[in-house]
């Protein structure tokens, strides 16, 4: 079982950056996928990055590819995502989920979720 939480979200200006952190816990982080998904307002959750166990294998979204770097430091049982050049269509609330032993873009796959932190992109 893992238990994630996110923090770092805010808002930011076009353009600007940020870096949200999802700091987990429980037996089963060293051996699972953490993805990161995003939700706006009346849209469905979408795929935005994720990183296996090993830190080796990281997938993309197209739209965020060259400005969104995911990583992950398993002594601190923690995932990050730095996120720059954001746009105000980004704006959402961004979770960071756990899956075992899977690596999949599919938000329904994932079997651990944190509560989310939002990202909000104006001037």
């Known amino acids: 079982q893992v238990q994630l939480v996110e923090s770092g979200g805010g808002v930011v200006q076009p353009g600007g950056s940020l870096k949200l952190s999802c700091v987990a816990s429980?037996?089963?982080?060293?051996?699972?996928?953490i993805g990161w998904f995003r939700q706006a307002p009346e849209k469905e959750r979408g795929f935005v990055a994720l990183?296996?166990?090993?830190?080796?294998?990281?997938y993309y979204q197209d739209s965020v590819k060259g400005r969104f770097i995911v990583s992950r430091e398993n002594a601190k049982n923690t995932v990050y995502l730095q996120m720059h050049s954001l746009k105000p269509e980004e704006t959402a609330v961004y979770y960071c989920?756990?899956?075992?032993?899977?690596?999949?873009?599919?938000?329904?796959?994932?079997?651990?979720w944190g509560q989310g932190t939002r990202v909000t992109v104006s001037s």
């Open positions: 989920a756990a899956v075992e032993n899977s690596i999949s873009t599919n938000w329904r796959v994932y079997e651990y």
């Open positions: 429980g037996p089963a982080f060293n051996t699972s996928t």
């Open positions: 990183i296996g166990w090993t830190g080796r294998t990281t």
